[in-house]
Nanobody, 116 residues
Framework: QVQLVESGGGLVQAGGSMRLSCAAS????????MGWYRQAPGKQRELVAV???????NYADSVKGRFTISRDNAKNTAYLQMNSLKPEDTAVYYC??????????WGQGTMVTVSS
């Protein structure tokens, strides 16, 4: 099993910045890619950004140039730096770990609210 704990959510004004963290524990050797997803009220969960074990990244078009995903393998932690936040970025943000030969693991989610 892999346990993921997100932190860093909260309330921020539009144009502000926030950094989310996702700490992994358990069978971390099985983790391949890590990603951030978000789900706004009444909407489906969507991919925000993903980073592979080799450091390759991919972003949703809506966050390109504003968000940066990174990963500290020594700390078993992934980060999402969010800049120039917009009210439409308001959502519950979830961390996901894709695992080799096992189902993915999800964190419990952290709420990000961007006020206009």
């Amino acid at each position: 099993q892999v346990q993921l704990v997100e932190s860093g959510g909260g309330l921020v004004q539009a144009g502000g910045s926030m950094r989310l963290s996702c700490a992994a524990s358990g069978r971390i050797f099985s983790i391949n890619a890590m990603g951030w997803y978000r789900q706004a009220p009444g909407k489906q969960r969507e991919l925000v950004a993903v980073i592979t074990s080799g450091g390759s990244t991919n972003y949703a078009d809506s966050v390109k140039g504003r968000f940066t995903i990174s990963r500290d393998n020594a700390k078993n932690t992934a980060y999402l730096q969010m800049n120039s936040l917009k009210p439409e970025d308001t959502a519950v943000y979830y961390c996901k770990a894709d695992r080799r030969l096992a189902p993915p693991s999800w964190g419990q989610g952290t709420m990000v609210t961007v006020s206009s």
